[in-house]
DNA sequence: ACCAACGGTTCATCCAGTGAACCAGCAAAG
DNA sequence: CTTTGCTGGTTCACTGGATGAACCGTTGGT
């Protein structure tokens, strides 16, 4: 691999985030690098404005808002974005609903967007957050339009329970997956989180691969199961309005 | 400065984010370095999966969704977020308007958090969206709360106009700002973005400095002046509970 | 047919990045 | 009050990875 010190940089920026606030020594382990080499990427880093030492706990490393600022505009976001709020922000006026809006990420669910419900009962996620796709309705909503080979891939890594009503049995989430491909929405029921409930639908990009998800979420005391049809219906008309507008029918070309 | 390839490497990776798309000689001349070492670091950066080309048009480079994933976990952002997100969520619905949560960065107001209105007519402004101080109520509340050498230099540097009614005149915004000093909350009035009205108040952190600020955003037809005194103290309170949380008035400690 | 831009490649030169070994400080263990 | 083992941080000789001028093939405007 070429560049390697610009890898190594990244690495610690990686590991940074992922161990924040994060320790010289800790980071040298976790990129298994030697510290020297970390300190000075970090300084580098600093230097830069991606990363700096925590205020409460100087000799701990952080990242900075400007490393947030920078990355926002992601690329495959934007397209995705632009082409989901319209219809998203509808149908969270429909639903009175959270909805979010999710893309993959390295065998997790990425949200980027999020339109918030008017209830004063709210499911909360933060922007960013990265979900499992076996734990979240956006993630079994993703797969049931991903390539088999890739849910075979996923299947068989690690499944983390995040709640006792996560499913972790691949044979379950492979029935699961095929129930969301039939009905043409997936149901969570507090597999992320207790006591939230949602339901994803998968977003196609151009070419008809899968792209991403949204789904509706709320408190399970409000969306249950006499809702479900109702709203995974919605989702999927605004679904296809979405994967419509990133070509994923589209005849022309190729 | 050290580790100049990761210096090149992160000024490249800003430049794209700027410019998304952008080709390969842009972004040699934006950054200033021969393009075969800017290819070098788009590759190297690529095959850390932080940046991809375009599929829109291949040799057109575009930041990937994994950068937002891993520079979503901002320090500073935690910090001020899991402090703010209760106040702002009692705030947003008791005003009923979309309430921001922003912070400084390199001379903008990044926002960082978004509550959104239940109403048909919204606000919008994407998160990582970055504002300039001037024209936002969430800078103009902040450079209620900076020190003096910090709005002297800010109102040094050039000033854009983004719609008619943005004020750009220093002597102007500096009576503005002693405005929002006496007042406690600052008024931009379709100075951001036309139509749109809202309401800033700065947040101070630990040892009481300026950390960011909260606003509440809406069409100008229904954030009207009659509810500016309503929403301004409002948004004071939800500012000053926070403030709290963060340290500002803590006696402890120095 | 021309020219000027583009994206991308090559390779000799040499300096920037590397990492083992080193301090000083701290906290728990003996 | 030592000892041990961790921490964050520093030093410096060595060398291999990063550099960038010059190159190629292609595309698009006139």
């Known amino acids: 691999m070429s560049t390697q010190s610009v890898v190594t940089a990244i690495r610690v920026l990686e590991a940074v985030s992922d161990n924040q606030?994060?320790?010289l020594s800790e980071l040298s382990r976790e990129v298994d690098v030697p510290k020297a080499t970390?300190?000075?990427?970090?300084?580098?880093?600093a230097e830069l404005g991606w990363v700096a030492q925590s205020e409460a706990q100087a000799s701990k490393w952080v990242l900075t808002n400007h490393a947030f600022a920078v990355a926002s505009r992601g690329s495959s976001g934007s397209v995705i974005r632009d082409a989901a709020m319209g219809p998203l922000n509808a149908l969270?006026?429909?639903?009175?609903?959270?909805v979010h809006?999710?893309?993959?990420?390295?065998g997790y669910m990425l949200i980027i967007e999020r339109l918030d419900t008017p209830h004063v009962l709210r499911a909360f996620l933060p922007l960013g957050s990265r979900l499992p796709m076996h734990a979240s309705s956006t993630g079994m909503a993703y797969l049931s339009a991903a390539d088999d080979a890739f849910v075979d891939e996923y299947l068989a890594g690690p499944l983390e329970a995040l709640t006792p009503q996560t499913v972790v049995d691949p044979a379950r989430l492979r029935a699961m997956i095929a129930d969301t491909r039939a009905r043409g929405y997936s149901i969570n029921e507090q597999g992320l989180s207790t006591g939230i409930t949602s339901i994803g639908v998968p977003l196609l990009g151009s070419g008809g691969v899968a792209a991403g998800s949204i789904s509706i979420s709320g408190p399970s005391s409000r969306i249950v199961?006499?809702?479900?049809?109702?709203?995974?219906?919605a989702a999927a008309g605004t679904a296809l309005e979405i994967s419509r507008a990133l070509g994923a029918f589209s005849t022309k070309g190729y």
């Open 21 to 23: 606030p994060a320790g």
């Open 38 to 45: 970390v300190l000075r990427m970090l300084r580098t880093l």
């Open 92 to 98: 969270q006026l429909d639903t009175t609903e959270t």
């Open 101 to 106: 809006l999710a893309v993959p990420d390295r």
């Open 225 to 233: 199961p006499a809702k479900y049809e109702e709203y995974g219906e």
